[in-house]
DNA sequence: GATATTTATCGTCATTATGACGTTTATTAA
DNA sequence: TTAATAAACGTCATAATGACGATAAATATC
């Protein structure tokens, strides 16, 4: 006869401290300085006092995905983010208060005006520049590492960083941005010719004068066409 | 006065039944008949006698990825397996048994005469066709169809394909399991080019005449030169 | 109001990679 | 000897890439 689950469950972890089930999540923003990450100040023992990133424990009563949504809209105040999860953290000594297994979820964030200086619900939050990234508690600088990788990544197929992008842009900005994902230089005029190529960019009547005298021409992204072309498998690879 | 993080913890869930966590592993496999997958029936309630991919709870003592390498060891006997986490499943109801996150782990495996007819441990076992994956128990499917875009994204830049390989390997296997993994064709003239391009096989004096009266020349994957070729940010593209 | 300055933009060219094929080779079975 | 078959090799037009040089638009300066 088959014992019911629970039962195998309950009788293997009688003896046990439950394991505890948390969620972190590594917040990228991005502006005309750089690519960033928001750091939040511990607010409790052990370590309380530390920079970290922000995180919550997983309520027996709600999907972990949901709990990374509920602290993301938490700390930053915003519905609509690119959520990802990254990676399970499970090592057995990662949190020395206790077994908690972290499930890290990453996410992007148009930075301007209204939400750069975070300050919110009694977090004591700060971006900092991706490569300016302090101590943080734990295995948490592992999270920021993987996320980066996995940033890399997405950006390589898929048109992710338009996430970071406010809606009209200018190819300079684009530019930017890649070289902040990948921390290396391109060419500006082959990175042109081939974001161009695409065909998801909608060339815009419009100028950017905030960083020269010309002035750069304004593009949008065209999810339409995007949408259209990726469902014929099109990849988007710089 | 901060509060201590465990007590945090206690005072949270002291009204709640604890998260479960526990792994389950995707297990492909490779042969000249194709890309398969192991598959194994289900011992316990619920859904006994369904099929399912192997599983199990982790230990508030052991490390995630060790209760995955412990499921691999015991399930197919062998020790060094090419395994990566995947994914952490944690929907509310995903397993009906009672709330059960899993962290899905997937793993590659070279078949031959000894490993292939696995019926390890009091566990029945089976290998699948990937085509022909029945339904599973839960979310499993889910699983396997996530963990084979994986291997896809995977084997564009790495060479890992030839771990699913014998260390002898002619180009027309290598082809089939490219094939196999991509669920595609590829030109097999062009698919050679790109292949000995990258420098990363070794051709040997050998042939295997088992598929054809001329015999095709073994090869084998340099990993020297493989790992001489990463370190500066090589990709193994097809 | 001509000129210098600065960022943005457009253009060129040799080299390499790609996709789509056709042809030959080595071996065994008939 | 030849037919059959999978494996291996070769060709070519086209497209993509990397590395540059040159121009253009606007403002600031003399």
Redesign the interface.
């Known amino acids: 006869m088959?014992?019911?689950?629970?039962s195998?469950?309950s009788s293997?972890?009688k003896n046990?401290?439950?394991?505890?089930?948390a969620v972190d999540c590594i917040i990228f923003g991005f502006d005309h300085e750089g690519l960033k990450l928001l750091i939040f100040k511990r607010?409790?023992?052990?370590l309380?006092g530390k920079w970290s990133l922000i995180g919550d424990?997983?309520?027996?009563?709600?999907?972990?995905?949901d709990a990374a949504y509920k602290v993301l809209k938490e700390t930053t105040g915003l519905e609509s983010l690119y959520v990802e999860?990254l990676?399970?953290f499970?090592?057995?000594e990662r949190d020395n208060?206790?077994?908690v297994?972290s499930?890290a979820y990453w996410s992007l964030i148009k930075l301007n005006d209204e939400n750069k200086n975070l300050n919110v619900a009694n977090h004591e939050a700060r971006w900092v520049d991706i490569n300016k990234v302090p101590t943080l508690i734990l295995d948490h600088n592992d999270m920021v590492k993987m996320a980066m990788g996995r940033l890399q990544?997405r950006a390589r197929f898929r048109p992710i960083g338009f996430e970071l992008l406010p809606d009209k842009f200018t190819l300079p900005q684009l530019l930017n941005l890649y070289e902040a994902i990948y921390q290396t230089k391109f060419d500006d005029r082959n990175f042109r010719r081939k974001i161009i190529k695409t065909g998801l960019l909608i060339k815009l009547d419009e100028k950017d004068k905030s960083t020269s005298k010309r002035g750069a021409i304004l593009y949008k992204f065209d999810y339409q066409q995007y949408n259209k072309l990726s469902k014929d498998g099109y990849l988007f690879e710089l």
Not at 16 to 21: A, N, T, V
Not at 43 to 46: A, D
Request: glycine letters at 8%; hydrophobic letters at 40%.
């Open positions: 088959f014992k019911i689950k629970n195998v469950i293997k972890y046990q401290e439950p394991i505890l089930l607010e409790f023992e052990p309380a424990f997983v309520n027996n009563d709600e999907n972990v995905e999860q990676h399970a499970g090592k057995i208060g206790g077994r297994v499930i990544d």
